[in-house]
């Protein structure tokens, strides 16, 4: 008897530790995590651009968010798809075809020096740019979550939660930037909260136990 009560002494006062302890640091941020971080990039590449002009979609570029825990970077051979032929701005590839046309000879190859660069980084000839030979590029990753927090962005996509939900207007950004904290808040309240209004019309279970996030 006696040692069962000390038992329920001590788990009550391991809860209210912890939730205390939970409480504190839900405002915590980790010096790693920074909100608005917005790196310049060895490339000038804009999701402006790409996702919102062009209106190529996010997962053309980061399918790994429906297969795995990462989005993951697409590798060079993506950007050949359309940069095997796209060799500067459209505006300026119909000018010459139709100069061309005109003078009655084959068009010039032109070659902007943002893709020269682009096609310098991958290692290729600017010149005769081929897809195959294309070497990956060193992007600087923007986030970055500590070691000891498990992400997965497969669960979050299954359950319909938005990119920009997270990322913020992607499609807007000429440079991508941390658009969220990242914090230990802004993850639990979501849960919290998608626990009691669903995501998309569909209700979730998104667990706000520590072993969730944490190993
Ligand atoms: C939904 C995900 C999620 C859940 C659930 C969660 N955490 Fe965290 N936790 C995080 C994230 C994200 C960070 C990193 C915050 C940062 O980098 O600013 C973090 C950070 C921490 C840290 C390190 C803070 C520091 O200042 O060093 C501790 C300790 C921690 N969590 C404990 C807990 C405990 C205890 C629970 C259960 C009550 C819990 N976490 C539940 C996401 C979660
Ligand atoms: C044509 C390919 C392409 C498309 C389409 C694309 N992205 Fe990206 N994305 C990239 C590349 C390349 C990078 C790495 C360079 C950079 O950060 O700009 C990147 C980086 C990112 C990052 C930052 C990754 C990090 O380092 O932490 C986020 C977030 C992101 N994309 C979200 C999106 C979202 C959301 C969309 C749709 C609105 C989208 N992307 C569409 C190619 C693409
Ligand atoms: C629930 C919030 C959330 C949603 C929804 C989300 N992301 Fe993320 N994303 C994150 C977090 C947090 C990280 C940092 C992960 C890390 O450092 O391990 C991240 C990292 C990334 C990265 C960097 C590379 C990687 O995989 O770590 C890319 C690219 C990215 N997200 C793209 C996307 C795209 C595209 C979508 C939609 C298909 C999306 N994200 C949906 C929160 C989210
Ligand atoms: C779906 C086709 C498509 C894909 C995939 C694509 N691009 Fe593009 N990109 C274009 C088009 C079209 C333009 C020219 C738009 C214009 O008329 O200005 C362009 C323009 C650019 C420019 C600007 C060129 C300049 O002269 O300023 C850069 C840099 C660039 N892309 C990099 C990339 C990178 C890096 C990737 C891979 C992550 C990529 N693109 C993937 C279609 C694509
Ligand atoms: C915009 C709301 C939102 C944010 C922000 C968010 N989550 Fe989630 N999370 C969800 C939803 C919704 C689910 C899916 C619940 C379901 O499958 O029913 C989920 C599921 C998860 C799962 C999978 C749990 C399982 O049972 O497989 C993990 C792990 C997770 N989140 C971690 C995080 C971490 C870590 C962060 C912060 C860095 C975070 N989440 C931020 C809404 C969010």
Known sequence: MKSSIATIVLATGLVFAVLTLAARLSDVRLPGNQQGYEPVQPIAYSHRLHAGELQVDCLYCHSGAEQSRHAGVPPAGVCMNCHGFVTTSLGALRAEDELAKQEGREPRKLISPELAKLYNAMGLD?????PSQAQPIAWTK?????????????????????????????ETMERVRQFESLSMGWCVNCHRQANEIGVAGKPVNASIDCATCHY
């Open 126 to 130: 600017e010149r005769k740019p081929d």
């Open 142 to 170: 923007v986030h970055n979550l500590p070691d000891f927090v498990y992400f997965d962005h497969r669960a979050h996509q299954q359950a319909g939660v938005r990119c920009q939900t997270c990322h913020g207007p992607v």
